[in-house]
């Protein structure tokens, strides 16, 4: 059955609004860098990855296939977690319309991270 949770939601960036591209980088990597303290009033990545992660286990309950949309920068606060790997960058998508799987069955990713077949997102 379609649902929707809150808990997928992307980290909390409210506070600085929409940046433009080179301040988000700047942001986004402080964000990962140091995980628990928040930058310019933006959540912090230690609460956002302990959301998320409390999500999915409530998701993964679901029988069937599950497909999980979300954000990047959340999506790879799970990953960080799902495969014991500490919150960084580094384990960040390289650019918008990339998608991981998981095996639910074997518990771990299932192949690379892959990316869309469109050139460009909307």
């Known amino acids: 059955m379609p649902?929707?949770?809150s808990g997928l939601d992307e980290n909390d960036r409210?506070?600085?609004g929409c940046l433009p591209p080179g301040r988000f980088r700047v942001a986004?990597?402080?964000f990962f860098a140091r995980p628990e303290t928040s930058f310019c009033g933006w959540g912090r990545a230690v609460d956002a990855q302990a959301r998320v992660a409390a999500?999915?286990?409530e998701i993964v309950?679901?029988?069937?296939r599950i497909v999980v949309v979300g954000h990047g920068g959340t999506g790879t606060l799970l990953m960080c977690r799902l495969v014991g790997l500490p919150i960084s960058r580094a384990h960040d998508a390289p650019r918008q319309g990339c998608f991981r799987m998981?095996?639910?069955v074997a518990g771990r990713l299932a192949g690379r991270l892959r990316r869309?077949?469109?050139a460009r997102c909307l």
């Open 3 to 5: 649902g929707w949770t």
């Open 14 to 16: 409210g506070s600085a």
């Open 28 to 30: 986004a990597d402080a």
């Open 55 to 57: 999500a999915w286990g």
């Open 61 to 64: 309950q679901a029988p069937g």
């Open 102 to 104: 998981w095996d639910r």
């Open 116 to 118: 869309r077949n469109t």
